[in-house]
């Protein structure tokens, strides 16, 4: 089945700091999602990205479907931004199942 | 936008124990989603709803069962609780509107479950 590899797996920031994480899978994807999972442990949705770029405020990301890889960038980060992010994905191959990485752990110090 | 509620945060429960957890959701969404998470190794697959009484094995059924006697409700169950099933637990529902299979999941709070 499909791969789906996340890195760095853990990566500390000052605050104000810019950072770039990247999803790489190993099959072609209909869907793809980022998602950020605070120090509750609750899972927000960032982006819905099978493609393209998207921005929202200082978060954005980039999915380049032909090469498999996906990249989120944090600007201006903060502590609130601590947590883990991970990507998920969906092969095309027609599963209904979404196929997580195992995340990229962030640590934005004051 | 889709609500999805699971009925604990954390849990505690004894080795051997039927454990419950429910989640609802109230887009009347054919398809719901299990998800074990451990440290390490991301979110994975425990078991899928597509309709009411529909199921199919996620990844790592092993241990659990489902139930969907309603579409709104989707429960996993711990048939006998073993230490290795203390974890996060996460539901999900895909967005509305158009092809299913193809919208974002949205994830209910998490239970975290403690097997003593």
């Known amino acids: 089945g499909i791969q789906v590899e996340q890195s760095p797996p853990d990566l500390i920031l000052q605050e104000g700091a810019n950072s770039t994480l990247r999803c790489n899978f190993s099959?072609?994807?209909?869907?793809l999602q980022w998602f950020h999972q605070n120090p509750w442990g609750q899972l927000i949705n960032l982006f819905y990205?099978?493609?393209g770029t998207k921005q929202n405020g200082r978060l954005s990301a980039t999915t380049v479907a032909t090469e498999r890889y996906s990249l989120l960038y944090i600007s201006s980060s903060q502590t609130t931004d601590s947590g883990v992010y991970f990507c998920?994905?969906?092969?095309?191959?027609?599963?209904?199942?979404?196929?997580f990485g195992t995340g990229t752990r962030l640590k934005v110090l004051a | 936008d889709v609500k999805v509620t699971q009925s604990s945060r954390y849990l505690v429960k004894r080795t051997g124990e039927k454990v419950f957890l429910e989640c609802v959701q109230d887009?009347?969404?054919?398809?719901m989603f299990w998800y074990r998470q451990d440290p390490g190794l991301g979110l994975r697959l425990i078991y899928f709803s597509y309709d009411v009484k529909m199921k199919e094995k996620g990844d790592i059924p092993e241990g659990y069962s489902v139930s969907r006697e309603k579409k709104e409700r989707f429960s996993l169950i711990l048939e006998s609780a073993s230490t290795n099933q203390t974890s996060m637990y996460l539901c999900a529902v895909p967005g509305t509107g158009g092809d299913y299979s193809n919208q974002p999941q949205h994830f209910g709070d998490g239970t975290r479950l403690s097997i003593l």
């Open positions: 099959d072609s994807v209909n869907n």
């Open positions: 998920a994905v969906k092969s095309t191959s027609g599963t209904y199942k979404y196929i």
């Open positions: 990205i099978p493609s």
């Open positions: 887009m009347d969404h054919e398809n």
